[in-house]
């Protein structure tokens, strides 16, 4: 059960981890990880796989955002409070 749209995002980091360092090994992994830490994800959370998760989240007018970590913006603020 590989949607289209999956296998088009896989390929698109595959394609540019290997333009950017010209080793196919080096995408490979990229996409392996991309892969693993999805189904990480999925069964840390306990959810069934929607491949149009991030469509439906778009749809809905809701940011998508890393739960954990620092975002863009947080990193921003961090840099502009040393000035």
Do not use: F
């Not at 290997?18 to 840390?44: P, T």
């Not at 998760?53 to 913006?73: C, F, M, S, W």
């Amino acid at each position: 059960m590989n949607p289209p749209q999956r296998r088009t995002v896989c390929k698109a980091l595959y394609e540019r981890v290997y333009e950017r360092s010209g080793m196919k090994m080096k995408a490979y992994v990229a996409v392996q990880k991309r892969l693993l830490l999805m189904a990480y994800a999925l069964w840390r959370h306990g959810v069934d796989y929607d491949p149009l998760y991030l469509a439906n989240r778009a749809e809905k007018g809701k940011k998508i955002v890393p739960i954990g970590g620092t975002t863009q913006d947080q990193l921003a603020e961090a840099e502009l409070s040393y000035l």
